[in-house]
């Protein structure tokens, strides 16, 4: 746990006021993680619980499939309903001892294997659903590159190359329309031609598009960053185009996205976030329109390089821009609608 209280002392070394503490928000993207092999992604429900009633105004949370806690005996396709029965359990513990609280893990986001034949897609869902009543779709996610900087860390095969080009995934992810399901996507700028591809085969089934699709920054992609802007932003306008496709705003402290904050002496406050990535939040929300944008966490993963507290103000700031309505969309409205959250109780 060493790496974990040295993450919590930096961390903590710039503390921030949270802006506009009225605000509704539903984080629509975070994991939970009992032994992470990186000990400071390790993150429990009661750190989730700490974070979301530090100051912010949470509702509630969405839980985006992280592969934990799958398991461990039984059909192959069905081995990720471990982590749906987990995280419920886990929400369900949380709700009872915090019963004024945030509703955490109103939502979850599973996994089910889209390449399979469509009777076990079909079991695997039902199982899901079995599972929890908070079961709200699933993430497969696709991001492969072949530059091994931007590639560190991640299982070779994890997410195979060209995934979501093939005519049994799109069968697959259409196939969730019919269960009521949405569908998480997780890949990198060069890849969102493929997701193009998705969106046009399942235009029933709604489908969001995680962390602004990463326009890569790191690797051999660190040099070629006005190019690779240039292509992405041609391809969010195309996938804007879409009606069932929308976008999560965050995620934009991770390595691919070419910063290096958790090396830095201190933390980036709020400003210094709104600085470097405010001009792809904006272009996002600009393409898709409030109400198909959510602002996300992405915690743990996001806390290697800021706190819950300036990255949600970095959020606000951005978001000073808009509307009261277009800002409600942006901080909950979508989330609500998207993930179909009847029982978190809209403000007001």
């Known amino acids: 746990m060493k790496k974990a209280v040295m993450r919590d002392a930096w961390l903590d070394q710039v503390q921030e006021v949270p802006l506009d503490p009225g605000q509704p928000v539903i984080d629509p993207h975070h994991h939970l993680w009992l032994d992470h092999p990186r000990r400071d992604f390790s993150y ?8 979301a009633t530090a100051g912010h105004k949470v509702l509630a949370t969405v839980f985006v499939n992280c592969s934990t806690q799958y398991r461990l005996a039984g059909p192959d396709h069905l081995k ?23 509703r955490l893990c109103a939502g979850i986001v599973g996994h ?6 469509i009777g076990l897609i079909d079991e695997a869902l039902q199982a899901h659903k079995a599972a929890s009543q908070r079961f709200r779709g699933i993430r497969h996610s696709a991001a492969w590159s072949d530059d091994p900087i931007v590639q560190e860390g991640r299982a070779a095969g994890m997410f195979p190359r060209h995934m979501y080009t093939t005519a049994a995934f799109q069968k697959g992810v259409a196939r969730l329309a019919q269960h009521g399901l ?7 700028s060069d890849q969102l031609p493929e997701l193009i591809q998705v969106a046009r085969a399942a235009p029933d089934t709604p489908i969001v598009l995680d962390h602004f699709g990463a326009p890569l920054a790191q690797g051999r992609w660190a040099a070629q960053r006005e190019a690779v802007l240039s292509e992405w932003k041609k391809a969010i306008t195309e996938l804007a185009s879409f009606p069932n496709m929308h976008i999560k705003l965050g995620g934009t402290v991770m390595p691919m ?8 002496p201190l933390p980036p406050s709020s400003d210094e976030l709104v600085k470097a990535s405010g001009h792809l939040f904006h272009f996002a929300i600009e393409a898709f329109g409030p109400s198909r944008c959510m602002f996300e966490s992405n915690f743990p993963v996001d806390r290697i ?9 970095s959020f606000k700031k951005i978001a000073a821009l808009y509307s009261a309505s277009e800002q409600a969309d942006l901080f909950w409205g979508t989330a609500r609608r998207f993930y179909r959250l009847d029982a978190v109780k809209a403000p007001g």
């Open 44 to 51: 429990s429900i009661d750190q989730l619980g700490a974070d």
């Open 80 to 102: 990720p309903v471990g982590e749906t029965e987990w995280v419920d359990a886990c929400a369900e513990d949380y709700a009872r001892r915090n019963p004024d609280g945030p």
């Open 112 to 117: 089910v294997d889209c390449r399979q034949d």
């Open 182 to 188: 949405s569908f998480d996507s997780w890949l990198y």
């Open 257 to 264: 996205f070419g910063y290096d904050w958790e090396s830095q």
């Open 305 to 313: 390089a800021c706190g819950y507290v300036p990255l949600w103000n």
